[in-house]
């Protein structure tokens, strides 16, 4: 199959609303196995670009491709590969985590192998809260339940609008670690549109950055921490990061990141000196690093014009 390895394609998609071109012949593609993210301004066409993709709506031109499958001329085998949470997935708080799983399930219509139930409740990590009431669930554990309802079917492609959402640090994490986990071991594509740009670094292989309803770039996330001479974020570890905050802040901006601190707005020829600095405080330092920060590069492909 010559699309093999891509099993989420966009194609030339365009759409306008209340006569404005919203989507302007947008294209990209995600690979198996690689969790991407979305980025772009308020407005920019996220929301509407992924509920084409699901077929929320319709397209006025384009195409997108999923499983190899057209979702103008084949939905319905397109849709059988794609998993889902664009709204807030309507889960039964009544019910517990395993019978709204079940009943889902038997809506969707497709029979599930045997022991892909238990499969996914583990891989969600719900297998100590699965017989609760879902009234019962946090909200990072109710995200993962509607992970699991979108996963269930063993779609190729997931599709994830603003996840962290409402969750709180700890939840982040949770959904980050687990989200890895799905596409390394399952081989899913995965497409998270997200506003928060720490967030797409920490999660995602590779970033599509749109803007007025064009995708004006696509980068590896990793190529991003390769820091030059000009501005870097360095991230600090430290054993007094209340006394390390306070010294850094002479430098930059300081935020903290996790169990880092993180200084926007040095360079890296001043990271020795900021160290020995460190030093002389008497701040322990396991770990130190920089970036060039993915926000620094957004805002500044998002702030040229579109041509
Ligand atoms: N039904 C509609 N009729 C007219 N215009 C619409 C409609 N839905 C969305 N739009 C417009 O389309 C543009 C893109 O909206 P969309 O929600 O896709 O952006 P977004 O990138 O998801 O934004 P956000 O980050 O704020 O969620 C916006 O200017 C919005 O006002």
Redesign the pocket.
């Known amino acids: 199959m010559a699309n093999q390895g891509k099993p989420l394609i966009v194609e030339n998609v365009s759409k306008s609303?209340?006569g404005?071109k919203?989507i302007k012949n947008m294209s990209f593609s995600v690979e198996a196995g690689k969790i991407y993210g979305f980025l772009?301004p308020?407005?920019?066409?996220?929301?509407?670009?992924i509920r084409m993709i699901v077929s929320l709506i319709s397209m006025d031109e384009g195409d997108v491709k999923i499983g190899g499958y057209s979702i103008r001329t084949e939905r319905e085998q397109a849709l059988s590969q794609i998993g889902a949470i664009v709204e807030n997935p309507d889960l039964y708080d009544f019910m517990s985590g395993r019978k709204n799983l079940i009943h889902f399930s038997r809506m969707s219509r497709k029979k599930l192998a045997p022991g892909r139930l238990d499969e996914v409740i583990k891989m969600v990590e719900l297998d100590h809260a699965i017989d609760k009431k879902v009234k019962m669930y946090s909200l990072g554990m109710k995200q993962r339940l509607g992970i699991a309802l979108s996963i269930l079917h063993e779609p190729s492609v997931l599709i994830l609008d603003e996840p962290t959402n409402g969750l709180d640090p700890k939840g982040i994490r949770e959904l980050r670690t687990y989200l890895k986990n799905l596409a390394r071991e399952a081989n899913v594509a995965i497409l998270v549109s997200s506003?928060l740009l720490s967030e797409i670094e920490l999660m995602c292989d590779r970033a599509i950055v749109i803007k007025e309803g064009q995708v004006i770039n696509e980068l590896a996330v990793s190529d991003l921490e390769q820091g030059d001479d000009k501005e870097v974020a360095a991230l600090f570890g430290v054993t007094n990061p209340e006394k390390a905050e306070e010294y850094l802040a002479q430098y930059g901006t300081v935020r903290k990141e996790e169990k880092y601190l993180v200084l926007e707005g040095t360079t890296i020829e001043q990271v020795p000196s900021i160290v020995t600095g460190l030093v002389k405080q008497e701040i322990g330092i396991f770990h130190v690093s920089y970036k060039k920060s993915l926000e620094d590069t957004y805002h500044s492909l998002t702030e040229k014009e579109v041509m």
């Open positions: 609303l209340g404005n919203i772009g308020n407005g920019s066409g996220k929301t509407t670009t506003h």
